[in-house]
């Protein structure tokens, strides 16, 4: 159910307001803060602001990953679409 929740990421409470459901914001933002907190235990730099960069760094870094996965899966699906159309065709 969309609505209001507070999270704690990285020792600090932040209100998130939206349209998604409560438990998923919870998890995006324990994702978010287990991310941060990888970052601090191997980085000497105590600057929040610079963790959560290097953080939304690694975050994206994944997303793009994934995503160049699932294009190439798209990819591999239409090709096999179009052998088997062909194959049904005679």
């Known amino acids: 159910m969309p609505g209001r929740v507070d999270v704690e990421i990285f020792g600090k409470v932040y ?12 998890r995006v933002a324990e994702y978010v803060d287990r991310k941060m907190r990888e970052i601090s235990q191997v980085t000497d730099t105590v600057s929040t602001s610079r963790i959560a960069i290097l953080a939304a760094l690694n975050i994206a870094d994944e997303f793009f990953d994934l995503r160049e996965e699932t294009d190439e899966f798209e990819s591999r699906m239409k090709n096999l679409s179009r052998k088997i159309d062909k194959a049904l065709e005679g």
Request: hydrophobic share 25%.
């Open 15 to 26: 209100t998130v307001r939206g349209e998604k459901d409560v438990e998923y914001v919870r």
